[in-house]
């Protein structure tokens, strides 16, 4: 574990340096094109069911509720003007690098759940994978994103924690590539 908080600590800082003129194009574009702050902090369930706070480009509406966002009635309407591009296009994920940096979160494991959903915070306290340190990609996610069910999430996310390994890692990283760009499993 201790290779593994090595290595996201040195990919966050590169990918930080790498990334720094997009991340500021993107914060430029968030500001110009809706009202509110460029960063939307949400609370999120890290490991040991700790609460954290982790960053996003915001792509939703200030006032929007505080709920996964397949669950809310119509979507798209409280999408952003480039909510939806930054979703489906995965940059409103880059401040999570700071989450990363802190140790809040990992590259990969289990995508952290919102502070409120419940059954999911459950199924993985049931199943130990609470234990794990939440990742901007994990293995659930390269294998259906937002389209899998509570359950389905949940035994891909045991899967990973019984086979996690630095080459399993990698594996999902490199997925994750080409699931960003081919935009695979982005419902808004």
């Keep these: 574990m201790a290779i593994k908080r090595i290595l996201d600590i040195a990919l966050a800082a590169l990918s930080m340096l790498a990334l720094m003129l997009p991340m500021i194009l993107v914060a430029i574009m968030v500001r110009t094109t809706s009202s509110g702050p460029t960063l939307y902090w949400s609370e999120r369930v890290g490991r040991r ?24 009635t119509t979507p798209g309407a409280y999408l952003t003007p480039i909510g939806s591009f930054l979703r ?6 880059l401040p999570q690098l700071w989450s990363i940096l802190k140790g809040d979160m990992s590259f990969v494991g289990p995508r952290p759940a919102l502070f409120n959903q419940a059954d999911l915070i ?22 259906g994103r937002d389209e899998l069910p509570i359950q389905e999430k949940v035994a891909l996310d045991v899967e990973y924690l019984r086979q996690q390994s630095l080459w399993f890692d990698i594996k999902i990283l490199w997925f994750t590539v080409f699931r960003v760009l081919r935009r695979d499993n982005v419902a808004h």
């Design 122 to 143: 459950a199924l993985r306290t049931q199943y130990g994978v609470h234990y794990l340190v939440p990742g901007l990609t994990g293995w659930a996610q390269i294998n």
């Design 88 to 93: 489906k296009s995965s940059l409103d994920e």
């Design 49 to 72: 069911n700790a609460i954290f706070k982790m960053p996003k480009f915001r792509t939703l509406h200030v006032g929007t509720p505080v709920v996964p966002t397949h669950l809310l």
